[in-house]
Every structure is written in C-alpha cells, then in structure tokens.
C-alpha cells in the first residue's frame, strides 16, 4: 500500500488519499499500571525491537520521562518508531511503499540514505497487544517545507515558510522545481523556544527569510501547526501572506503524498 508519513517532532501525520491521520509524537517509558484508563484516542502500549513502552497520548498521561526527540534530522529511532505506529494503526496489508520527510538543512544524501536504511525492511511491532508484520518495501525522503509548495497551484516564484514545533523550513519554489538556494531549516520552533510571543518569533522568522533573498511582495504560503499563530505577525514584513488552503498542519502529508503517487504509480 502506497501511503505518506510526516513524523513532525509534535505531531505525526499519515495519509494514504482516504485517511488523514495524525497523533501526538511523544515516546515514554513502559510502567506496570494498576489502573488503566483510556486517555485518548491514541493511547499506545508497543513492543519494537527489544523495547517496550508508550506513545501517543498514553505517554502524554502516564510516561513520566515522556519526550518527543525534536531536532533538525529525523535520522533516528524515535522517527523510526512513530512511522511504525502509524503504519500499524493506519495501514492496510503488510507491504509499504512509504514517503516520508525531512527538515531542508538536513534533506542530504546521507542522511536519506540513513533514514532509508533504517526503514526499509522487515519490522515486527506490537501495539496494544496486537502483533503486526510491517514490510517497507520502499521508501523515499521528502523535504519539509518546500514540498508543500506543490499544493499552491501556478508557476512562478512560490515562497513557503512551514512553522513546525522544532524547526521552522523555508522552501523556495521556482516553475514548481525547488530551488537550493532559497531554501533553508531554522533550527527552532514553538515548542523549543521557552515563551513563544508570536511577534518576536515571527521577527526572527521574517529577518530569517530577507537575509535568505527573500523580497517582501513575494507569494508567500504558511503551513504547519504554528501557522495560525504567527500569520498576522508576518504580515507587516511579507503584506501578501497566506495561509496554504486546507488544514496547515497537514499540508506537508498531503503534499508528500502527491509525490508518492507519482514515484510508486
Ligand atoms: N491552533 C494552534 N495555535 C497555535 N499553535 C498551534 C496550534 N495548533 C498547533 N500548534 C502548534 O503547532 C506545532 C505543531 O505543528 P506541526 O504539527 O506542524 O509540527 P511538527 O511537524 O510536529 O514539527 P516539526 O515540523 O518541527 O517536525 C506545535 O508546536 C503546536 O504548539
Ligand atoms: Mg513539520
């Protein structure tokens, strides 16, 4: 089955054209429980590769040490782990043909290479007392941010500033080819900075992109989860801001998604 998985260091999306999904990206630490309460409606209890825990909003509610690892590369276990939840709760069938993504700064060949190779492959995961086998038979690594863009439609110049929780991407879109040079990761987002006000956050975020070539009439979209919140702080640098159409939060997912189709037919 043919399906996308953005692993955000806050939320994890998933769609496969039918389901659009998402769940909290926190992983904690396993604990004998005497009372179990369902918390929420992605509560899980998993066994992978020798380690057992929680996730979701099951971490959220009785992880002590629970943490989602956030940083610049999603070359990491944790990553790994939330792509397998998703699959196992989402996905039909055993075989995957998967896209996921990665911030741009880090969107090089050796990390997808490393991403690749720890997800391709035979997986063996249990959640909530149920076994699955996950095979991914292939996978490709997205950029954040920049792919996006894709949604918007037209040619020309299209700016995207995609406000996640532990990186904010900046993707430049020439003709719909991403452009290197206007793309770029700033290494903070709105769940690393200790007080996010949205005018000082959008200030950096603004000088960020001018510094980057970016010019103040360009067509700039917003999207990730923070997009909302620092839209009319943009503003006064970039007048002709947007948010991308839909729901922000999954615009990278769909966007992915549109690359799965056209890479796995
Ligand atoms: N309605 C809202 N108002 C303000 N902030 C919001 C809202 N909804 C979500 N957020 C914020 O958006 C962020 C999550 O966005 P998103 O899901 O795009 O991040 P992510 O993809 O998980 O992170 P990253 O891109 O860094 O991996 C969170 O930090 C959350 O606080
Ligand atoms: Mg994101």
Not at 18 to 29: D, N, T, V
Not at 51 to 61: D, K, V
Not at 97 to 103: D, E, K
């Amino acid at each position: 089955m043919i399906s996308a998985i953005d692993a955000g260091n806050y939320m994890t999306k998933y769609f496969d054209g039918k389901q659009l999904r998402a769940f909290p990206s926190l992983i904690g630490e396993y604990r004998e429980r005497n009372l179990r309460q369902q918390h929420g409606d992605h509560d899980f209890e998993f066994e992978y590769d020798g380690q057992r825990g929680f996730a979701g909003t099951l971490a959220l509610h009785e992880s002590e040490c629970a943490e989602s690892r956030k940083g610049e590369s999603k070359a990491h276990p944790d990553a790994r782990l939330r792509i397998l939840l998703a699959l196992h709760q989402y996905g039909e069938g055993i075989e995957h043909q998967i896209i996921v993504g990665q911030p741009i700064s880090t969107h090089q060949e050796t990390e997808k290479a490393a991403i690749k190779e720890m997800l391709c492959g035979r997986h063996e995961l249990i959640v909530n007392g149920q076994r699955k086998i996950i095979v991914i038979r292939r996978c490709e690594v997205a950029a954040e941010g920049v792919t996006a863009g894709l949604l918007v439609p037209g040619g020309g110049v299209i700016r995207v500033i995609d406000i996640g929780s532990g990186t904010v991407n900046f993707g430049t879109l020439i003709d719909r080819r991403f452009n290197d040079r206007g793309s770029f990761t700033l290494g903070t987002g709105m769940e690393t900075l200790r007080s996010v006000k949205p005018a000082d956050f959008s200030r950096q975020i603004a000088l960020r992109a001018l510094a980057g070539g970016w010019k103040a009439n360009d067509m700039v979209y917003l999207c990730g989860g923070g997009a909302g919140a620092v839209l009319e702080a943009l503003r006064a640098y970039f007048p002709g801001i947007q948010l991308i159409e839909g729901d922000p939060q999954y615009a990278n997912v769909k966007a992915f998604f549109l690359i799965a189709r056209r890479v796995y037919g």
